[in-house]
């Protein structure tokens, strides 16, 4: 059996856009889009949250972050001769039904789902991108790239738990529910969506290699649980 960077690699040589995984491209870059949208908005509501000016700056420039590769992901389906809109709408009602579930009605609620839920979202739209065409893939990625956010949210989670730990299992049972709203909204877009159900078969190979993907989302959501002082 073939590896995932295989797979990816041998993708890799399809024209942009073109060919039979186009509908999968144009799928994964409108979810994506939106969900940039929709990070956008609620970065800027949680802004609001925060207990001082440092704290509302430094989401704020997080919210502004969000719209920029929202732009540059609806530029590149422009592209492709693809509307905005009509890419980005499939998703909206899951997107909409995550957020809406888990409003933050604190500041330290909003890093948390900054910090774990994005990072649990990000880790799971990289994987996929492995999957993707150039130069679609590349695009994706430096979207999904860490600009150093999740390092304020991790920062200063940490400090309020050190300063009164009884907050950890709070934000504990907190962290729990984001992780579990996201993934029964991201099994209900899946199941909904042939072209991303296609993509991620197609590209881990089989049912085993699904596994062995959410094995690493597993993994790597149970590390930043332990890095935020949380028990995963």
Request: no cysteine.
């Amino acid at each position: 059996m073939t590896s995932a960077d295989d797979r990816a690699g041998g993708a890799a040589t399809e024209p942009a856009g073109e060919g039979p995984g186009r509908p999968a491209v144009i799928a994964l870059l409108g979810v994506l889009s939106y969900a940039e949208l929709t990070g956008f908005d609620r970065l800027a509501e949680d802004a609001r949250l925060a207990p001082t000016l440092d704290g509302r700056s430094a989401l704020a420039r997080m919210a502004a972050a969000e719209i920029g590769h929202h732009e540059r992901l609806t530029a590149r389906l422009r592209e492709l001769g693809v509307d905005v809109a009509e890419a980005m709408r499939p998703y909206a009602a899951a997107l909409d039904a995550f957020h809406d579930g888990t409003r933050a009605s604190t500041w330290l609620e909003g890093l948390v789902k900054a910090y774990v839920g994005d990072g649990l979202a990000t880790d799971f739209y990289r994987e996929v991108a492995a999957f993707l065409p150039q130069p679609d893939r590349a695009l994706v990625e430096e979207v999904l790239a860490d600009t150093g956010h999740a390092d304020f949210a991790l920062r200063e989670v940490r400090a309020a738990i050190i300063g009164d730990p009884t907050l950890a299992g709070r934000l504990a049972l907190w962290a729990r529910r984001l992780v579990g709203e996201a993934l029964t909204q991201s099994q209900a877009v899946i199941a909904e969506h042939d072209e991303l159900a296609d993509l991620i078969i197609g590209g881990t190979g089989d049912l085993a290699g699904v596994a062995q993907l959410l094995q690493r989302l597993t993994t790597a959501h149970s590390a930043r649980m332990q890095a935020l002082g949380l028990n995963g």
